[in-house]
């Protein structure tokens, strides 16, 4: 669902390296140009408002640890306000203390993806519940939903995921 939501760009780099003379079907191959998909530069925001329980928040973790694979993901914090943004880095503990607690608001993360974010990610992965505010206008970049409950979610843009939580 990732490649659907998010379109990849192929980049063309310059490599001057020579082929792995190991694999007999490369050698005679000169180098020059690696056409390779570059890894998608995402936000995920997690909604840590007081709506949002424990196994959730978990299991939203265990995704993103997921996403990180496939993915430079940018972690931020919001509930009604975005509390910490901060790069995911395989050394950091996703299991820890999320910041929050309060009302729910996606007006605040959704800005900085339409705002700074919009020039250094190619989308935003929105973990919620989807109780809250709506914002007016839609960010700048692609938006994915990712809900952890089978109750109806209308949003007026992005694709919509259901999360399955025990």
Do not use: K, N
């Given at each position: 669902s990732l490649r659907e939501a998010f379109p990849r760009r192929r980049l063309i780099h310059p490599d001057y390296l020579k082929p792995n003379r190991r694999f007999p079907t490369r050698i005679g191959e000169i180098p020059g140009r690696t056409r390779r998909p570059p890894k998608?530069?995402?936000?995920?925001?997690?909604?840590?408002s007081g709506s949002m329980g424990v196994d959730a928040l978990t299991q939203?973790?265990?995704?993103?640890?997921?996403?990180?694979?496939?993915?430079r993901v940018t972690i931020v914090e919001s509930d009604a306000a975005?509390?910490?943004?901060?790069?995911?880095?395989?050394d950091r503990d996703l299991g820890g203390p999320f910041v929050g607690g309060g009302d729910?608001?996606?007006t605040p993360a959704l800005a900085i993806a339409g705002g700074r974010g919009a020039a250094n990610h190619e989308g935003i992965v929105y973990f919620t519940d989807g109780r809250g505010e709506m914002p007016s206008m839609p960010p700048s970049i692609p938006a994915l939903w990712v809900i952890t409950h089978?109750?109806?979610?209308?949003?007026?843009?992005g694709k919509i995921v259901r999360l399955p939580v025990d």
């Open positions: 998608p530069a995402v936000l995920a925001v997690i909604d840590t939203i973790a265990l995704e993103i640890a997921e996403l990180g694979r496939h993915a975005v509390h910490r943004m901060y790069p995911l880095t395989s729910t608001d996606f089978e109750d109806p979610f209308l949003p007026r843009f």
